[in-house]
């Protein structure tokens, strides 16, 4: 069973409440049509109803084969075509639901702020959907497919928080890369590609601690985690080289529960053979890494969208991490498989 696969059936033992602050963009529409269908969540979409039900029916009247496939189950049910469209689909409008004094009223007394400046945050549909998720309302926020990324990590911030014990939040991709086959497959986490610009060694020694823990919680894997540079083993001398090699020595110091090694070139990190010459063989994770953690964003970044865009790859994500509530933050270009795969992700958090 493939990672997709084994999720979306650990998906449909407990369903999970997930929200969606952009719940008039088509693709998020698709995405919770055919996830409540498929029963692998229960969403929640944010946003007018009346503009949610025109972009169902222009879908519709589109032949969309997402809509046409549920329409055609429910249709078998009974239900009037009028009713098809919205039917069991729950739709919130920020400005019109009961839900939002009580929200600007604790968000107001937690800061000690004028209602009407909480009013003004509070009934953004992103802030809206983050107070859903910290008041119980919903498991976890999808969201970022019409935010820049920036705008759903401050959302995030100000609403969840962070973790205990955390002291820089960050993200990772999960790659799924058609004909290759890594450690772990055709999966590998490339981490940070959308949080932090240049982090310091003892960010990135965070960074590679909360991605491997990830890993291990949400994937099942034993995490094998390459800190990556243009050196390996000392060949090149630079002081963002030095960054790596600080960067381990005090992951080294934390005894960290999970394999991690650097600094590695990324040839020397996924390809045994070559992991093997330029180690001269020493460490398990050399060659055999399923976590890639990138110097900075830059790199991460450019190379997730490359290997996306060259290789046909799928690419979850970003999978924000390190905050007291689960969110993704999907790529603008999201597809419907991304948005659930990431949407199964959130889900899958412990």
């Known amino acids: 069973m493939d990672l997709v696969s084994r999720l979306k059936a ?4 407990n369903v999970k409440t997930i929200v969606f602050p952009e719940g008039e963009n088509p693709a998020i529409i698709q995405a919770a049509v055919k996830m409540q269908k498929e029963g692998l969540a229960d969403p929640i979409l944010i946003g007018s109803v009346q503009r949610i039900k025109e972009i169902m ?17 429910l249709a078998a049910k009974g239900l009037a075509v009028k009713e098809l469209v919205t039917k069991d689909l729950v739709i919130i409008d920020p400005v019109k639901n009961e839900l939002l004094p009580d929200y600007i009223g604790k968000y107001c007394e937690e800061r000690k702020m004028p209602e009407a400046a909480g009013k003004r945050i509070i009934s953004q549909p992103l ?10 309302a919903a498991m976890g926020m999808v969201a970022g497919i019409d935010h820049p990324t920036e705008e759903v990590i401050m959302a995030s911030e100000l609403i969840f928080g962070l973790q205990e014990n955390i002291s820089v939040p960050s993200s990772f991709y999960l790659l799924e890369i058609p004909n290759w086959e890594g450690a772990q497959g055709n999966m590998i986490i490339f981490s940070d590609p959308s949080m932090n ?3 310091n060694a003892a960010e990135l020694a965070d960074i590679a601690c909360t991605t491997a823990h990830s890993a291990r919680t949400l994937l099942g894997w034993e995490p094998k985690a390459a800190l990556l540079s243009f050196s390996t083993k000392g060949s090149g001398d630079h002081p963002c080289v030095t960054k790596i090699q600080n960067a381990v020595e005090l992951l080294k110091q934390r005894n960290c529960d999970f394999l991690f090694d650097g600094e590695l070139q990324a040839d020397a990190a996924i390809n045994p053979a070559i992991g093997k010459k330029k180690t001269g063989g020493a460490g398990q ?32 994500g970003p999978i924000l991490q390190g905050f007291r ?26």
């Open 285 to 316: 994770v050399a060659g055999f890494a399923n976590i890639l953690i990138f110097p900075d964003l830059n790199a991460c970044n450019i190379s997730s969208k490359l290997v996306q865009q060259m290789a046909g790859a799928k690419c979850y």
């Open 127 to 136: 802030y809206f959907a983050a107070m859903m998720v910290k008041e119980g």
């Open 57 to 73: 029916k222009d879908l519709l009247l589109k032949n969309d084969p997402v809509m046409k496939d549920t329409i055609k189950d």
């Open 10 to 13: 650990e998906a449909k033992k």
């Open 325 to 350: 509530f689960p969110v993704s933050d999907l790529s603008r270009g999201a597809s419907v498989d991304d948005i659930i795969g990431s949407t199964l992700l959130t889900a899958a958090a412990k």
């Open 197 to 199: 610009p240049d982090p």
